[in-house]
């Protein structure tokens, strides 16, 4: 124990980083993850660490937990945990402190829990691991801990494996395993990335009692302003592995003075309510026309009793005008991806019509459809999964026209303008996917849907995968396509905020149905149905009404 | 670290990664000298050496290696081995290569449709896969060599077909996990065909598995034309191949080993160093480790 000569340094700091710098291997596309990184974490705060992905936030909060793959590397810095030096620890050492001292909460619940254990038993290993309790001990422990995560009826939830809880149910367990040795530090990696709005803002509300509550330091670390303005007291900025600002959380808000954070905030997508300027077209007549749409999964078998109906969109019914965006929002398990699917045809509804331009394409068999199949374009959410990795961006963007009888020069032609349209070189059209970055695949993906000259595109949550100044971009890139071409749109999102930007209508849908439809003024200011005022105010860091949105807890 | 903006020299997806992988497994690039030699030898070997392979020196019966220019000594006929060995090399290999190239192409095209289309389509084909392999290989190869005449070409189908199923199985686990991926539906949408998505979009992305599975393939089909030949109901003679070899040398293993000993070699070599090649590619072309 060297606390005696290292406490008096900085009696109210839990974490202090003070120029720390984690090499890359080579042939990585920057020789450091983090470069001389200073921040300190103040006793019973909350400190944010926000920046981009790739921004090096993660190895950051890795390196503190001792967490780092072999062949990344501390090369300068040092990292003080409640006054003791880590740099240079041995792992023993280091395991000590993991659980006790700093414990960690990760993005992906899911996968941070283990399958094969219950619940109860998780927490209980986490304290066994440490040895502290008897074996009734740290049960009772477990179901306190269980309690005080506001888990509903603990004595059962002890018994659970993991895939029985919902997302924001295992974000709880995990916080609970983090709390089972009542460390003082609190580390969270993006906890709510993979959560729903409303859960997320559970889960944020929990943090923030529970610092409050035990006096813990709590740094966290998200890629969303939204959250910062929620729960944070301080920030640090981050930007290829460098700090670039640091300052209350006030201060960086109200008041950033580097241009990249300035950048970032403008970038964060505001709930407005107010109505988009509608892009002037002259037929009104609408592109889509749905009704009483209907579609149920069915698994398993009726025969042996194991049938299980998912009702997954259920008596849905809109209409989209020319040059107009429809948004689609709801929580995920709401149907919205289903919706989109039903509308191109890549799964058949059950009953209820799609009128595209007055015929209703419901019922037509697969080789009836083909040629309407050019009219519907899709974007898709996930930019790396998208495009196929085999292919070139020429082979891409062209196969579809090629197959529907274009000559190949003219659809590369075709191709060479709308990449440009979408801001790409056309040299691009030689390459493949892997030599493009997440924005980048995503105007591809654009331009592909394009080819056709589509009177109708469906974006399936086609920004969620990007950083917010990547996804600014996108729906700038959307919009001004949707006022050169007076293409329709179907904007599917879980974003109440990207909802509100771009869209002209909006529904909100709730297990399968259709619970709220109207434009952004009414649904964000004047909400009708208490769904949609509930998602509403668990938006982070938005607040139509008082400054703390707070969701109602379950 | 996903985003890669820089134009890079080589464009092509395999040039670097994977032949750098490739390049450092040590036993993987032995195979390939191996298999390279071995082919090259069997190829040219046959026109270089002093004798053909039928012909009958009477004077040097059971002569060891090393005699005269009989470089690896010759057989109970007083035949040249190194030009027995070569020549049944060129049949050994084509019989090994072609019977791969029948099993791939029928595993793949029932991997491919059994992933794609699934439902009944799916259950009616890998349940005939699950057919063919309840049947012991090894018998059936022997039963059919022994009802049928057993030409090369013959046994090279016979091979083929008892080798197709892991393929078939390789291909269609790999092709019902590719088809969700959104580039799969961004081709539905673009209202490509079901054969174009099949063998065009599909295709291509399970080449790597596949690969794997050819090297291993032909491994597999040279050491059963051996065993088959070996046990008489192969290739016959006088048309030598590794196998039928090891047969006419049993009866003098106590006098003239080198009679079993050189064939025997040649399979184990030919048989490792595909095994090898095998093992690097699978190192290599990993699709878990492989960030594309």
């Known amino acids: 124990m060297t606390a005696k000569t290292d406490r008096k340094a900085e009696p109210d700091v839990a974490l202090s980083v003070r120029g720390l710098t984690i090499s890359l291997p080579k042939g990585m596309e920057r020789v450091h993850a983090a470069e001389g990184v200073s921040f300190d974490l103040r006793r019973g705060q909350i400190l944010c660490v926000i920046g981009e992905s790739g921004s090096g936030k993660s190895v950051t909060a890795n390196t503190i937990m001792g967490l780092l793959p072999k062949a990344i590397r501390i090369t300068a810095g040092s990292i003080r945990l409640e006054g003791r030096e880590i740099v240079g620890m041995g792992p023993e050492a280091l395991r000590g402190l993991r659980g006790r001292v700093v414990s960690m909460i990760f993005q992906d619940p899911l996968s941070a829990l283990n399958p094969l254990m219950t619940v109860g038993a998780q927490i209980d290993e986490a304290m066994l691991a ?128 580097h241009p990249y954070t300035r950048r970032l905030i403008a970038a964060v997508p505001h709930l407005t309510g107010v109505d988009r300027a509608p892009v002037p077209v002259a037929d009104t007549e609408p592109v889509i026309r749905v009704r009483n749409l209907v579609k149920t999964y069915r698994s398993g078998s009726a025969f042996l009793r194991t049938e299980r109906i998912v009702p997954a969109v259920q008596d849905v019914s809109f209409e989209v005008a020319p040059g107009r965006t429809l948004g689609v929002v709801g929580e995920s398990g709401s149907g919205k991806s289903s919706l989109g699917r039903l509308l191109i045809k890549l799964i058949e509804a059950d009953s209820g019509q799609i009128l595209f331009d007055g015929q209703d394409i419901a019922p037509l068999p697969e080789a009836g459809f083909r040629s309407l199949r050019q009219k519907i374009q899709m974007i898709f959410q996930d930019p790396f999964a998208s495009l196929n990795p085999r292919m070139t961006i020429g082979r891409i963007l062209t196969v579809g026209p090629v197959a529907h009888g274009m000559s190949h020069d003219r659809a590369r032609q075709e191709a060479r303008t709308l990449l440009d349209q979408c801001g790409m070189d056309p040299g691009a059209l030689d390459r493949y996917p892997h030599e493009f970055s997440g924005g980048q695949r995503q105007r591809i993906g654009i331009a592909r849907a394009l080819m056709f000259k589509p009177r109708l595109l469906i974006a399936d949550e086609a920004v969620s995968a990007l950083d917010v100044s990547i996804q600014a971009q996108i729906l700038q890139l959307l919009d001004r396509i949707q006022r050169d071409t007076g293409v329709s749109m179907i904007f599917i999102t879980h974003d109440l905020r990207v909802a509100s930007q771009i869209c002209d209508q909006i529904a909100v849908m709730q297990k399968g149905r259709i619970v709220e439809q109207g434009p952004p003024s009414q649904i964000f200011l004047d909400p009708r149905s208490a769904y949609t005022r509930e998602l509403v105010a668990a938006i982070p860091g938005e607040s139509p009404r008082g400054p703390h949105p707070v969701a109602a807890a379950n | 670290m996903t985003a890669i903006t820089a134009a890079r020299s080589p464009s092509h997806w395999w040039q670097s990664r994977v032949m750098r992988r490739f390049m ?24 270089l050496l002093p004798y053909d392979m039928l012909f009958i020196d009477l004077r040097a019966r059971f002569a060891p290696p090393f005699t005269g220019n009989h470089y690896l000594g010759t057989d109970p ?59 012991p290989s090894i018998f059936l190869l022997l039963a059919l060599s022994a009802a049928l005449k057993p030409s090369p070409m013959m046994i090279t189908v016979i091979i083929a077909l008892t080798g197709w199923m892991e393929v078939a199985r390789i291909v269609e686990a790999e092709v019902r996990s590719l088809k969700e991926r959104e580039f799969i539906l961004a081709g539905r949408m673009l209202g490509l065909g079901r054969a174009h998505i099949m063998f065009r979009e599909l295709l291509p992305n399970v080449m790597g598995p596949i690969i794997v599975a050819a090297t291993l393939t032909v491994a597999r089909a040279i050491l059963l034309e051996a065993y088959v030949s070996f046990l008489g109901f192969g290739i016959q003679p006088p048309l030598p191949s590794w196998g039928n070899m090891l047969n006419g040398a049993q009866q003098y293993l106590a006098g003239a080993p080198w009679l079993a000993i050189i064939p025997g070699a040649a399979i184990t070599v030919a048989v490792a160093s595909f095994n090898f090649i095998g093992d690097g590619l699978r190192d290599a072309l990993d699709v878990r480790s492989d960030t594309v």
């Open chain 2, 24 to 47: 450092s497994h040590k036993l993987a690039l032995f195979g390939l000298v191996m298999i390279s030699l071995l082919t090259l030898a069997c190829v040219v070997g046959p026109w």
């Open chain 2, 77 to 135: 006929l007083g035949r040249d081995i190194a030009a027995r060995l070569l020549m049944a090399g060129r049949v050994s290999l084509l019989v090994g290569f072609i019977a791969m190239a029948l099993a791939i192409l029928v595993g793949t095209l029932v991997g491919v449709i059994a992933g794609y289309r699934g439902g009944w389509i799916n259950a009616v084909l890998m349940r005939t896969v699950d057919g063919f392999l309840s049947f």
């Open chain 1, 130 to 257: 440490h040895g502290v309790g008897t074996p009734t001990s740290r049960r009772e422990r477990a179901i306190e801990l269980l309690t005080e995560v506001g888990l509903p009826d603990p004595e059962l939830m002890y018994h659970q494996y993991p895939f029985r809880l919902s997302g924001g149910q295992r974000q709880r367990v995990m916080i609970a395993m983090a709390l089972a040795l009542e460390p003082s530090i609190l580390i969270a990696d993006e906890p709510t990335t993979a959560l729903d709005v409303t859960t997320q803002a559970q889960i944020l509300k929990l943090i923030r009692d529970i610092q409050a509550r035990k006096g813990m330091s709590v740094m966290f670390i998200t890629h969303d302003f939204g959250v910062v303005a929620e729960i944070a007291d301080s920030v640090v900025v981050m930007e290829k592995g460098r700090v670039v600002e640091q300052g209350s959380a006030a201060k960086v808000l109200r008041t950033p003075d």
